[in-house]
């Protein structure tokens, strides 16, 4: 057996390198590929406004000549400086069940990362907040969705016997929504409105949502600046997300929360699942993809919550309730009856008592690890 490490630094290689794990998925039902021009895009440093304060390397490991797996190192130094310690990140970690591929792998990432004066590394974790990350330890048999990253069984025992640990984990939940809303909650979103002299923003179209998109992203810099991994979005990624996405959304799906000067003070962002059109997809939107995107976004009864926002003058004021009744009232109208949370994290116990209104089951695990370096 032979083993060879090759750094990505052309065309040819970043396209083995996206391309690998839909080999290594080909024919798994639960995992969703990415789309590959968004892949592409995000590892360019021409297109992904994080390489203003980030630098990154990525390898491919051969076994006999075969592709075998892959590896991201990344320096957030924006992250680095928040913190106060030189911390390096591993991203986009697969491979084969062969433990000499995996340790390849991440000696070579640990390489880099020492020679970049790191003192820890710790994964899996992209460039920002806003990037997929968390090894998932539970729920392998789960559909995943197009906000997370699934991996084999066999990926959290190679890390582990590589020396890493735990650092944080993140839960998700599928969340069954009620036709009616709790009559709590609904008590609760009227006084809160009342209260504060908040209101809901009425839209019909995605473009009318465009003059709020800063500042939703604005409060959600401000609402997530203490949270794990995360670091403040810069005006240029700002307009890079809002470029991406907002043409996608469907406005009923986004509630946003106004004070009486028409300030932005809370959001949801929501969307009909699009897991089962990413698979059909197979990470290409044309020439067929985008028909069952659109279809997926018409007719579906399930759901994924993405991103819950609220500013932190206006945190602990029970305006949560009214995001909460805002987006019951969206999954009943199309008729929703399954809801991804995606990723919180396990210490976000504010979060995770948002549900308890709801049936609801904890049906992944997925975690960071770290080791000293």
Not at 77 to 96: C, L, P, Q, V
Not at 99 to 108: K, P
Not at 214 to 236: R, W
Not at 298 to 314: E, F, S
Request: net charge positive; charged share 30%.
């Amino acid at each position: 057996m032979s083993l060879v490490i090759k750094e990505v630094q052309n065309k040819k290689d970043f396209k083995k390198f996206i391309m690998f794990p839909f080999k290594l998925y080909s024919g798994n039902k639960f995992w969703i590929p990415p789309l590959i021009y968004e892949e592409r895009n995000n590892l360019r440093e021409d297109k992904n406004p994080a390489y203003e304060f980030c630098e990154a390397a990525n390898w491919l490991v051969y076994k006999d000549g075969k592709i075998a797996g892959r590896i991201s190192g990344i320096i957030n130094k924006r992250y680095n400086e928040k913190t106060g310690k030189n911390i390096a990140r591993f991203s986009r970690f697969d491979f084969i069940d062969d433990y000499d591929v995996s340790a390849a792998l991440i000696e070579t990432v640990e390489k880099w990362a020492k020679s970049k004066s790191a003192v820890e590394i710790q994964g899996p974790l992209g460039f920002t907040d806003m990037d997929p990350e968390g090894m998932l330890i539970e729920g392998f048999e789960e559909l995943g969705t197009i906000a997370t990253i699934y991996n084999y069984p066999y990926y959290p025992d190679h890390i582990k016997k590589l020396g890493y640990q735990k650092d944080t984990d993140w839960l998700e939940y599928q969340l069954f929504p009620t036709k009616s809303i709790p009559e709590k909650i609904e008590r609760i979103a009227a006084i809160v409105k009342e209260r504060n002299g908040l209101k809901i923003l009425k839209v019909k179209k995605a473009k009318d949502l465009l003059p709020y998109a800063h500042e939703i992203f604005e409060v959600l810099n401000a609402a997530y600046k203490d949270i794990f991994g995360f670091v403040s979005l810069t005006e240029k990624q700002i307009d890079l997300y809002i470029k991406q996405y907002f043409g996608f959304i469907i406005p009923d799906y986004v509630p946003v929360i106004l004070n009486e000067q028409n300030q932005v003070v809370a959001f949801a962002i929501t969307m009909p699942s699009l897991s089962k059109a990413f698979q059909k997809c197979r990470g290409r939107i044309f020439p067929f993809g985008f028909i069952h995107i659109l279809r997926s976004m018409k007719k579906t009864n399930n759901a994924d919550l993405y991103l819950i926002g609220v500013r932190p003058d206006y945190q602990d004021k029970g305006v949560n309730a009214i995001i909460i009744c805002e987006i019951n009232k969206v999954f009943s109208k199309y008729n929703i009856t399954t809801v991804e949370s995606n990723p919180e994290l396990e210490s976000n116990a504010k979060i995770h008592a948002q549900w308890r209104f709801y049936e609801s089951r904890q049906h992944k695990r997925r975690r960071c690890f770290i080791k000293s370096l």
